[in-house]
């Protein structure tokens, strides 16, 4: 079998050479190590800035529209088409023919109720047809049913009925734009 060569020795005043190699590859390491450090905080920075915006924004999301309504000047009227729907079968086959007006705070609010008005009309149908004869049969019955599509409208808009809220009343504080709803004609077969 054959030797490996020796190695030849150092002279007794050289010392050794130097492994640069590994030296280098231990800084570039220890730099690599220290920029994806460096990157994890900014990224982490950014990161908690924008959850910071977006609670923020969440925040301001969860506060409804602020409503202003002038009372020097007159509300405005917008009337709905005719709706007709079959009441509840419970009590015998019903329908109900109801021509709505909504009482609106400007004519502002008009051109909103132009865009949302398939949601506002759906809302409002399922809404009528989803009651007994018997529950509109009287003017309790109605007012309640007034206020119900009073509310729906309110919310298609993007206003939520005050938490803790009874019975409306005439001198209650308006909550959203639709202030009342309003029956030109009510007809029950």
């Known amino acids: 079998m054959a030797k490996a060569p020796a ?3 150092a002279e007794e005043g050289e010392a050794p050479a ?7 590859l231990i800084i570039l390491i220890v730099l690599v190590v220290l920029l994806l450090i460096a990157a994890g905080g900014v990224v982490f920075l950014l990161m908690s800035k924008k959850s910071d915006d977006h609670a923020a924004e969440e925040a301001h999301a969860e506060e409804p529209p602020k409503l202003v309504v002038d009372k020097s000047k ?6 709905l088409e005719p709706f007709t729907v079959n009441l509840q079968p419970g009590e015998g086959d019903h329908y109900l023919q109801a021509v709505i007006q909504l009482k609106v705070v400007d004519a502002t609010v008009q051109e909103d109720l132009k865009i949302f008005m398939p949601e506002i009309r759906h809302r409002i149908n399922l809404l009528l047809s989803s009651k007994l004869p018997s529950e509109v049969a009287d003017i309790e019955g109605r007012e309640i049913l007034a206020e119900e599509i009073m509310i729906e409208t ?6 939520e009925p005050p938490k803790q809220r009874s019975r409306r009343t005439a001198n209650a ?5 639709v202030l009342a709803v309003l029956f030109d004609s009510f007809i029950v077969q």
């Open 7 to 9: 190695k030849p020795e």
């Open 173 to 177: 504080e308006p909550w959203g734009p």
């Open 74 to 79: 007159p509300p405005t009227f917008t009337p």
């Open 154 to 159: 309110n919310y298609v808009l993007g206003f």
């Open 18 to 24: 130097p492994k640069r190699g590994k030296k280098l």
